[in-house]
């Protein structure tokens, strides 16, 4: 029987070394940190997300969350990021089908349900929650990302023939998602009545995008 404690057995376990121990402990304080803002925007709004309100919440210093972030922005950018990850997710969960047409359809109730479950993280991403927060490059491939899904259906049905027009892909994915954020910007601006009336506009002004997508003259 092997002695576990022997010297032969401690020389096969793998030791970080301090710096990899440090670089541990920093993305586990960044996550914790992350976390505790996503809490407080999740709620009460991304107008509470505050470094002072988020190093309350984990019982640490502000000058803490400003050595691991530099400002508040750089803490929206985490938040950012993890809201790509929810909406990928949302898009990722639509039902399947092979009609294209009918899966954008899906896909875009899909991004209506993200702005309701998440509309924190929505008016934060989208809504411009945080008026000195400007997405970077990253943030900004992480919405490209989530919204994979979205550039596959619409390049397959023009690959196919079925969306024709002067547009290549990406302009026609702005113009359809563009067009969505209006009518929900319009509804948390409360200008659209209730829930249910700003989900039948909403509805409406989809099957429209969809259906002109689709049509013989192209959109």
Same mark, same amino acid.
């Given at each position: 029987m092997t002695d576990q404690n022997s010297p032969s057995a401690a020389n096969t376990r793998k030791l970080k070394t301090y710096q990899e121990a440090r #670089?541990? /402990?920093?993305?586990?304080?960044?996550?914790?940190?992350? %976390?505790? &803002?996503?809490?407080? +925007? @999740?709620?009460?709004?991304?107008?509470?997300?505050?470094v002072r309100k988020v190093a309350q919440k984990v019982d640490c210093s502000t000058k803490i969350i400003y050595?691991?972030?530099?400002?508040?922005?750089?803490?929206?950018?985490?938040?950012?990021?993890?809201?790509?990850?929810? #909406?990928? /997710?949302?898009?990722?969960?639509?039902?399947?089908?092979? %009609?294209? &047409?009918?899966?954008? +359809? @899906?896909l875009g109730e899909a991004f209506w349900q993200f702005g309701q479950r998440y509309s924190s993280y929505?008016?934060?991403?989208?809504?411009?929650?945080?008026?000195?927060?400007?997405?970077?490059?990253?943030?900004?491939?992480?919405?490209?990302?989530?919204?994979?899904?979205? #550039?596959?259906?619409?390049?397959?049905?023009?690959?196919?023939?079925?969306?024709?027009?002067?547009?290549?892909?990406?302009t026609v994915v702005r113009i359809f998602w563009a067009s969505l954020h209006g009518v929900i910007h319009l509804y948390m601006g409360g200008h659209l009545g209730d829930v249910q009336a700003a989900h039948a506009v909403y509805k409406q002004t989809l099957s429209l995008i969809v259906g002109s997508l689709f049509s013989s003259r192209g959109f």
């Open positions: #670089l541990q /402990n920093t993305e586990n304080l960044r996550k914790l940190v992350v %976390d505790a &803002a996503a809490t407080i +925007l @999740h709620d009460e709004g991304p107008e509470a997300v505050t050595s691991l972030f530099v400002n508040k922005e750089g803490l929206a950018q985490q938040l950012y990021l993890d809201g790509c990850k929810l #909406l990928a /997710n949302e898009l990722e969960g639509t039902p399947h089908t092979d %009609d294209p &047409a009918q899966q954008l +359809l @899906h929505y008016k934060l991403m989208f809504g411009g929650a945080f008026a000195d927060f400007k997405p970077d490059e990253e943030s900004m491939n992480g919405t490209v990302t989530a919204m994979r899904q979205l #550039l596959t259906v619409i390049g397959n049905a023009q690959e196919q023939g079925l969306i024709t027009g002067p547009h290549d892909t990406e």
